[in-house]
């Protein structure tokens, strides 16, 4: 499996205009502190997450991405989810709850990605598949209003969360 990653990361490692060391990074195996980092495929339901694409977390000081089983089937929605999700594993160790402004930061990565993922691919605007229309969505409100677009997207869908944290001030 990290193999196949890191083969999709060299293919499209030029589309992405942020993130990309971290992404590199995860993809073999760490963080940028150094910090192991275990990317798997599987039901994110199964880690009490059911409307999640992806999903970080740490168990015995190990750090885990759980990409959904759904993501499989292309390598960009991959990437998207993973460029989101590579950008938690700085403050998995030690845990740092997340915050608005942890996941607006990670959204708007997501939306970069995706935007540039779409001039090479305009086909996935017409697409049916849920995943892709769910990052269409995330790219059309970047290209709508930005970060504040992303941020009253991020503040209704984690209501609740705190504000900030110590790596997102």
């Known amino acids: 499996m990290k193999k196949l990653l890191i083969s999709i990361l060299t293919s499209v490692l030029l589309l992405l205009p942020v993130n990309a060391a971290t992404l590199q990074e995860v993809l073999e195996g760490h963080n ?3 910090q ?3 990317v798997m495929f ?11 694409l992806g999903i970080t977390f740490v168990h015995n000081e190990q750090i885990y991405i759980i990409l959904d089983k759904s993501l499989k089937t292309n ?5 998207a989810i993973l460029s989101h999700e590579a950008l938690h594993t700085d403050s998995m160790i030690p845990r740092i ?3 608005i402004n942890e996941e607006t930061e990670a959204f708007i990565i997501t939306a970069q990605y995706w935007l540039q993922a779409l ?3 305009p086909e996935y605007i017409e697409s049916k598949d849920e995943n892709i229309q769910f990052l ?21 869908a984690y209501k609740g969360y705190p504000k900030s ?3 997102y001030p």
């Open 32 to 34: 940028h502190k150094g």
């Open 36 to 38: 192991s980092v275990i």
């Open 136 to 156: 269409n969505y995330i790219g059309y409100l970047y290209l709508k209003g930005g970060d504040k677009e992303i941020r009253k997207f991020v503040q209704k």
């Open 119 to 121: 001039k090479k691919h």
């Open 165 to 167: 944290s110590s790596l």
């Open 97 to 99: 709850k997340d915050s």
């Open 75 to 79: 390598d960009d929605v991959i990437l």
């Open 42 to 52: 599987d039901d994110c339901k199964n880690y009490g997450c059911p409307n999640a």
